[in-house]
């Protein structure tokens, strides 16, 4: 099955995005696929190689929980991680970082082991609320547009 693949280019500097996914009390502001959730996110994250993390979003069609753990840690250039959640066991996601310029930055996000399409669509829609969170999340903290 094809990987699910998704750039984003982000109005702030690598190691704010790279931040971004590596501290869950900042991740907790901006983790979540809709732009009106109940509350923050609950993340609580090891975030080293060999660590595990969950992270449930709270959404005002329930409540959605994923776990995983770290694999690679390459510091402000990427992180892969395990993902499991009530749809999908042990999926792959590799998150790649590339500065552009210092208030830009390219992410790359490469998820697979994907069990059905159906599972692949609903990830590549869940991913693009999530990811449409961040930027908003890193204009309103960083200024940038």
């Known amino acids: 099955m094809e990987p699910l693949v998704i750039k984003r280019v982000m109005p702030c500097s690598k190691r704010q995005l790279f931040d971004a996914w ?13 732009e009106t959730p ?3 996110s609950t993340v609580r994250s090891r975030f080293t190689v060999g660590g595990d993390y969950s992270l449930t979003m709270h959404l005002k069609t329930g409540e959605y929980t994923m776990t995983g753990e770290y694999k690679e840690i390459n510091r402000y250039h990427r992180i892969t991680f395990t993902w499991s959640s009530h749809i999908i066991e042990h999926s792959l996601v590799e998150l790649d970082f590339r500065e552009l310029s210092p208030n830009r930055t390219e992410m790359v996000l490469t998820q697979t082991r994907f069990p059905t399409d159906e599972v692949r ?11 449409d969170s ?12």
């Open 22 to 34: 590596a501290k869950p009390s900042v991740m907790a502001r901006w983790f979540f696929a809709s």
């Open 38 to 40: 109940l509350k923050e």
């Open 121 to 131: 669509a609903s990830h590549d829609r869940g991913w693009s609320g999530c990811l």
């Open 134 to 145: 961040l930027e908003r999340f890193v204009v309103a903290e960083y200024g940038q547009a």
